[in-house]
């Protein structure tokens, strides 16, 4: 059974900061690992995927990287600003998207 | 364009009522799921239907039921609620089974169920 662990739970940093949220998966053996962004009392909204046969992908501030061999993504957000805000979730696709329980991200002005 | 639409937002329960969340999709999309969010326990799977009169069961089924009434729609059915039922209710649609490795989901704003 594939299992999705994120870390930190949560983090605080100073707007301006660049940081890095991580994301770990037991199974390898994934379609594509994707990253969600969820605002409070809201749904999800798809930030980025990275199909398996890839190693990264970008939009805009946003990086995020796929190691399947070491069962690892990283999202990477440049210059962060308070409306960054929010909780992060990655998703493995396998035979169905197994999520983990997210980074609740806060940036200080 | 809606994307995926949820009804009702928020709704009390008392143990043992039967209630129907609503879940419509405008993206032509063949694939639909029913999640549920929970502090400590993230998302989980309940059930989808990856095409218009299919449904399969997910990770935690058990106390719901599940229609796909067309390709737009797709209801999940409490006949019996319980106060474990007490989550945040999501609807997600996708444009394959999952099993694309280009395939994403969309989701739906959520329906916050309490049961008493």
């Known amino acids: 059974k594939q299992e999705v662990t994120q870390i930190p739970a949560a983090l605080s940093v100073p707007e301006g900061e660049n940081l890095v949220l991580n994301c770990s998966f037991t199974?390898?053996?994934?379609?594509?690992l994707q990253w969600f962004r969820q605002d409070p009392g809201k749904g999800l909204t798809s930030l980025l995927l990275?199909?398996?046969?890839?190693r990264e992908q970008t939009s805009g501030r946003l990086n995020a990287s796929l190691d399947k061999s070491s069962g690892r993504s990283t999202l990477y957000i440049a210059a962060s600003q308070p409306g960054d805000s929010a909780t992060y979730l990655c998703?493995?696709?396998?035979?169905?998207?197994?999520f983990g329980e997210g980074t609740q991200l806060t940036v200080n002005p | 364009n809606a994307g995926v639409t949820q009804t009702p937002k928020f709704q009390v329960l008392k143990t043992g009522q039967s209630m129907t969340l609503q879940c419509a999709q405008d993206?032509?999309?063949?694939?639909m799921y029913w999640y549920r969010q929970d502090p400590g326990m993230g998302l989980r799977l309940i059930y989808y239907?990856?095409?218009?009169?299919?449904?399969d069961k997910g990770e935690v089924p058990n106390g719901y039921n599940v229609s796909r009434l067309n390709k737009r729609e797709f209801s999940l059915r409490l006949e019996s609620a319980a106060p474990s039922q007490t989550s945040v209710y999501f609807c997600?649609?996708?444009?394959?089974?999952?099993?694309?490795?280009?395939?994403?989901?969309?989701f739906g704003p959520g329906t916050r169920l309490t049961v008493l």
């Open positions: 199974d390898s053996a994934i379609y594509n």
């Open positions: 998703a493995s696709s396998g035979s169905r998207l197994t």
């Open positions: 990275i199909q398996s046969s890839q």
């Open positions: 239907s990856a095409s218009e009169g299919t449904t």
């Open positions: 993206m032509n999309h063949n694939s």
């Open positions: 997600a649609s996708s444009e394959y089974s999952g099993t694309s490795s280009a395939d994403t989901q969309y």
